[in-house]
């Protein structure tokens, strides 16, 4: 029973992560599949042992806490979420196919004693969002946030084309408030990445993420530039004379006033028309030019919804009918190793290519040795590829009844392929990697290519192959020799030329004068993206102070975690890299030093303060505020971990005890000084 409740406490904590990360960064860790199915799985096992029921689950809430940056708005709906069923795509019967359709079904006539008709729409993957009018004018965009408070983000939402800002319709309501969904196109989304990546910019992982960032910019200019499109799906609240009997009048209502609901809504009698309706967009997936993850059904009559009502996260009128991944036979070639930045050993299957959701795939990805052994993979083996959202391609499973006796188990190898170093596994981790460091010609190439990369260092013309091309020939050994080549030494390897060798030098130059953020992200300093190195270079100023950052001044940093600290911590306390550091200064990099963000006091950052006695310039509140902008702590008890008392006139009994445990003392002009 212990194992059972362990079992829910780990898919309570991984879902929260994940979710975290989805709802609040933006970002998928896993893939939608994978979510939904370690979902389900929790359902399941709280459903059959409700004893380990826990409120903190995410069964039990809807999103995320909305982010702190923006106004919060209360959502007098709560918007909630949907539950989810699936169809199993292996059996060929439709009753067994779709029975949790059916069930569904079946549950909604139980209880309503009589034969519901639905409304089907696809399920748009975008990012959910509220919008509220009065007396026909656009006056509020709410996000989800948990469900019950959201961000309000009305200024970004006013810049979305197709959504009315005004409505003209007599009776005109006087409060109206439309739910739908803000995607980006296909071809929008195409669109936005080439430029992304010509202006220098972050290109994005797919368009829900790309929408979901675009309507959280602090900056409403920079939303206005992203392709939004705006789907109506439901009226949520009206106040107004005319009435409604069904959902699908409520939805041409919407497009009477201007909404776009979308040409493939779908009023459906009975679970036969569902299942039409669900298999007529599955296989029209491809060609629609937004992104859909399922459909959505919901019950007709409004007053039948009524009826039905809402269970904790979700109504008991609709439900979502999720898509299968997308997946495509194919037949792995070879399984070959490549060794990352990191040292990581990734064993990568060549695949004889396939199309799968519109995108060719000849590479999947087997993570690592685990997996190729718990999948029982072969080489030759015929196997189903999948390709989910943003997500590197991966093999699902080895179609067993195919193997021919020549199929070839796959062994990692002993040692580097690369350098012949030996191999390390760390005992919480599935990962192995090379030990040989920078020696590895793997490793060191990967450095180099990716310090002289766009968004680092930005050195145009030294990609992956020239790099490859200069440490063979031995010109390039760490990324200081980059600045010490000469056009001499160019002009003679094969496929330069004095032309390109003068380039080459001439943007080798040119990125001498970078930006901080750039030159803390060229160092390639595990666990170090770009957007941590920028919260870095804001809070730091200089590299120095960076590099003398302890591990609980970098923690103070949101983002940035214990992991995270003890990588930068490691990184710089390596000779090599202060050496490596040193020389590309004394090189000649430079970047501007902007003071003025540096929100850093290394002497106040991550320490704790207790005030005592009388302070003549501050009162206490002030003394207080003045430390936590700093990134400092106050408490009020004096204790061994307490890094500085900070002693008035008449101190007592907290003097006494820093002394006895001969903690810091400071006067108020000291810590005047320690603040300045
Ligand atoms: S109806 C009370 N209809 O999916 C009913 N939701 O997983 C609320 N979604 O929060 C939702 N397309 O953001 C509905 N046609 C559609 C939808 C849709 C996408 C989203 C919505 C919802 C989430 C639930």
Redesign the pocket.
Known sequence: MLEIKKEIDKLIADLTKYNYSYHSKDESLISDEEYDHLFKKLIDLETRFPQYKNPQSPTQK??FQPLKEFTQATHFIP????N?IFSDMEETTQTVRHQELIQFDKRVNDTLEATASYVA?????????SLIYIKGILHQGIT?GDGFIGEDVTLNIKTISNIPKVIHITPLPELLEV???ILIKTEDFANLNINQDRLGLKIFANPRNAAAGSIRQLDSNITATRPLYF?A??I?QIVTDTKFTTFYEQLLYLKKIGFDIGDL?KECKDSQELISFYEDILAKRNNIPFG??G??Y?VNNIAAQEKLG?VLR??R??I?HKFPAQMRESQIIDIQIQVGRTGALTPVARIKPVTVGGVVVSNATLHNQDEILRKDIHIGDFVFVRRAGDVIPEIVNVIIEKRSTNAIKFVMPENCPVCGSHLVKAEDEAIIRCSGGLYCSAQKKQAITHFASKLAINIDGLGEQIVEQLVENKLINTIVDIYKLTIEQLIDLERFGKKKANNLINAINNSKSTTLNKLIYALGIRNVGEATAKSLAKTFGTLENLMHAGLVELQQINDIGEVVAISINDFFSEEHNQDIINQLLNLGITYPINTSTSIFNPLVTGKTFVLTGTLTNYSREEAKTLIENLGGKVTSSVSKKTDYVVAGADSGSKLDKANALNVKVISEDEFKQLIA
């Open positions: 809807v999103g918007m909630l979420s949907l989810n729409t696809p399920k748009y993957d975008g990012v959910a969002i989800r739910r739908g969904e789907f799906y439901a949520t809504p859909i993850d459909v959505v919901k809402f979700a109504p009128f609709a979502a």
